[in-house]
T-cell receptor, first 110, second 114 residues
Framework: QKEVEQNSGPLSVPEGAIASLNCTYS??????FFWYRQYSGKSPELIMF????GDKEDGRFTAQLNKASQYVSLLIRDSQPSDSATYLC??????????FGAGTQVVVTP | KAGVTQTPRYLIKTRGQQVTLSCSPI?????VSWYQQTPGQGLQFLFE???????NKGNFPGRFSGRQFSNSRSEMNVSTLELGDSALYLC?????????????FGPGTRLTVL
């Protein structure tokens, strides 16, 4: 079992709709969580990080963390075709290692 | 501020050879981490260096090694290359604060082993 799990997708989202991505983790000692966006053939780009329970908003992106349920999510509001990419969830584990999920592919359709 | 740079960007080697990849972190960043990304395994952590010391290591064989210099630049070496080592090798740098450990990735080195 991977320490960070994500649905691989693809997640098809109509333009203008909300994309909802989910991530679960097994290491209860994980302190911080990160969402990266990776376009095909490119390196991951940091979108947001969250370390406290609750919501954190940045523009069209909202990250949610629930440590009791070991659950992290990312909402993308008003999805645009440029949001089409693979979204990687990562958790900073208790041993100081950043563990990545396999990524969820998002496809925004016009 | 310049981002993370990696050289070379592309590399073709044959089985049995060795390879050295280089990474220059963002100015002021003292931690450098290396990852291997393949379609089947995703992003896998190789190792992390901070102040010239290896601070963490992933589950890779001893053929994979690295080091960090006093200017925070880092190199990783893979000896006795195998076909399965073909991958995108990514370097990421971060400030020394481990609590948040925001990591910023370089463009990667695409290694092909023939």
């Amino acid at each position: 079992q991977k320490e960070v799990e994500q649905n691989s997708g693809p997640l098809s989202v109509p333009e203008g709709a909300i994309a909802s991505l989910n991530c679960t983790y097994s290491d209860r000692g994980s302190q911080s969580f990160f969402w990266y966006r990776q376009y095909s053939g490119k390196s991951p780009e940091l979108i947001m990080f969250i370390y406290s329970n609750g919501d954190k908003e940045d523009g069209r992106f909202t990250a949610q963390l629930n440590k009791a349920s070991q659950y992290v999510s990312l909402l993308i509001r008003d999805s645009q075709p440029s949001d089409s990419a693979t979204y990687l969830c990562a958790g900073l584990g208790s041993w100081g290692k950043l563990q990545f999920g396999a990524g969820t592919q998002v496809v925004v359709t016009p | 501020k310049a981002g993370v740079t990696q050289t070379p960007r592309y590399l073709i080697k044959t089985r049995g050879q060795q390879v050295t990849l280089s990474c220059s972190p963002i100015s002021g960043h003292r931690s450098v981490s290396w990852y291997q990304q393949t379609p089947g395994q995703g992003l896998q952590f190789l190792f992390e260096y901070f102040s010239e010391t290896q601070r963490n290591k992933g589950n890779f064989p001893g053929r994979f090694s690295g080091r960090q210099f006093s200017n925070s630049r880092s190199e990783m070496n893979v000896s006795t290359l195998e076909l399965g080592d073909s991958a995108l090798y990514l370097c990421a740098s971060s400030l020394e604060d481990r609590s948040y450990n925001e990591q910023f990735f370089g463009p990667g080195t695409r290694l092909t082993v023939l």
